[in-house]
């Protein structure tokens, strides 16, 4: 009896970090700081070049709006499909609606992961991740940490599959001289990459001495992440197939942006290419959803390419112009409707 009401206090604790309405997150010094970084990324990048604002607001202004109504559709088609992908992770740690009172649908799991996406456009340190597994257990009777660690496998094979579409289509656009700014960027996705598999090797092999060494409090808690997360690889098979699905979607976005703006020209590897560089730039918790950072990837990456000739007819205000619209479906849609998802579900 004793332990089992330790277990809960454990279990309610473990939400405590993060239950915290994110209005007051929003407000506090450490955003205004992150949100100011970015700003200050994006003038630096945009003095950088010499681009009328004139010249982007006429490119915007004549982008067909058809093709990007559907760029706007593409994108939010993919909340169902990460749902689908995550209500597997969930079952494989033993979550499933028949079993779990409370535990949501597809559209309810989508609904979760879509506000997980607006914390993360709003605060930084990507909180969005924590405030999902903390949604999921408000709705349904689940372990945060073990919630914890399908989100944790769900990044894994986010990076895996990320890292490797970018190493192949870098390789086929560049072949076989990389230039310096495109070695970094595959060393630093490199380097997550190992990070990843040296904690989850560790995970598996010394998980048991971990535990040993740690308090009783976080032992419990350890545990259960760690379960979480290595029991989520099962049906390995689907789970990639899921996430090569949701990255297709990622450069079909910025495709259709492309074809808004008249750029066809732009062959698929390379649009494969910038938007997955445009998403790793994503995972740097230093602004929100990489406010600033991805704006300034993706101008770069289209600049750099048409100086050495792989794209052509890319100016510097088509670029400038591509990353703005894209964003505004990326970033500042999810933003606004994510206002409104989240006012209308703090008052359910």
Known sequence: MERDTAVADERAG??????????????????????????????????RIDVDPGDILAHIRQANIGVYVIAFAVYYLSFPVRAWRWQLLL????????????????????EIIFLSWFANCIVP?????????????????VSFSRTMGTVLAERVSDMLVLFVLMGLTGLRIFGGYLPAAVVYLFSAGLA???????????????????????????????????EGTLHSFRNLPLL??????????????????????????VSLLV???????????????????????????IIAILLFLNSIGTVQGVSQSLASSAAILDRTISYWSVVVIGMVVYVITRRK
């Open 91 to 110: 079952a494989n740690v033993g979550y499933r609606r028949s079993t779990h009172k409370g535990l949501p649908s597809l559209p309810g799991l989508a």
């Open 192 to 226: 997550l990459v190992l990070i990843v598999i040296a904690a989850l090797v560790v995970m598996k092999r010394f998980g048991q001495h971990v535990e040993r060494v740690l308090p009783g409090r976080l032992r419990e808690v350890y545990g259960r992440f760690a």
């Open 240 to 265: 990639l197939l899921l996430t090569i699905i949701v990255w297709a979607i990622e450069a079909a976005r910025l495709w259709l942006i492309l074809w808004a703006l008249g750029l066809l020209n």
């Open 14 to 47: 473990e939400v405590a970090a993060v239950d915290v309405p994110l209005e007051r997150r929003f407000f506090n010094l450490r955003t205004a700081a992150s949100f100011a970084v970015a700003f200050v990324i994006m003038y630096f990048a945009l003095s």
């Open 125 to 141: 340190a990507k909180l969005g991740d924590a405030y999902r597994g903390y949604l999921l257990k408000r709705s349904a009777d």
């Open 271 to 297: 649009v494969i290419f910038t938007s997955l560089a445009a998403s790793l730039l994503t995972t740097l918790p230093v602004t929100p959803a990489g406010l600033g950072l991805v704006e300034s990837g």
